[in-house]
């Protein structure tokens, strides 16, 4: 019979093993990986003259503009009656979302809020939803308020 000893197995292999040279600018992360910190390198002529007039005349044009695009949800569109029933109906379930009714002709929509991204619409679409649930939400001008 052969014995078994409760020790267990032990070599060394660190003869065998590559070593790893580590540069002065390379850190070692915790993952494993290898990341080098290179200089800050200051930019030379980032902005010239050129791209500044481009700029500038984009700026003109966005403070010319009383709309920014955005997001909107659409309650209802069909008829007159059933618009304002619809738009009355809202303002009774979820008073603290602003609605309005728009005339294109020739269909009224009950249009609720008003959002700068998709996301922000988001939350308040699922609390119409709940209610509504013919509500999507469409792309919409925002009217932006100018300071005179």
Same mark, same amino acid.
């Given at each position: 019979m052969a014995s078994t000893s409760s020790a267990g197995y032990s070599e060394d292999l660190s003869a065998l093993r590559p070593a790893i040279e580590v540069k002065k600018d390379t850190v070692i992360a915790k993952s494993g990986e290898e990341k080098t910190n290179k200089a800050y390198i200051e930019p030379k002529v980032a902005i010239t003259p050129a791209l500044d007039a481009v700029l *500038?005349?984009? *700026?003109?044009?966005?403070?010319?503009?009383?709309?920014?695009?955005?997001?909107t949800i659409q309650v209802y569109s069909g008829r007159r009656e059933e618009a304002l029933n619809t738009r009355k109906q809202l303002t009774s379930l979820l008073p603290e979302i602003e609605s309005e009714v728009q005339f294109t002709e020739p269909i009224f929509r009950v249009k609720a809020g008003r959002y700068f991204s998709w996301i922000e619409a988001q939350r308040d679409f699922t609390l119409i939803k709940k209610y509504f649930p013919s509500a999507i939400i469409i792309p919409d001008r925002i009217v932006v308020a100018q300071e005179d």
């Open positions: *500038d005349s984009i *700026d003109a044009i966005n403070l010319s503009r009383n709309y920014v695009e955005g997001f």
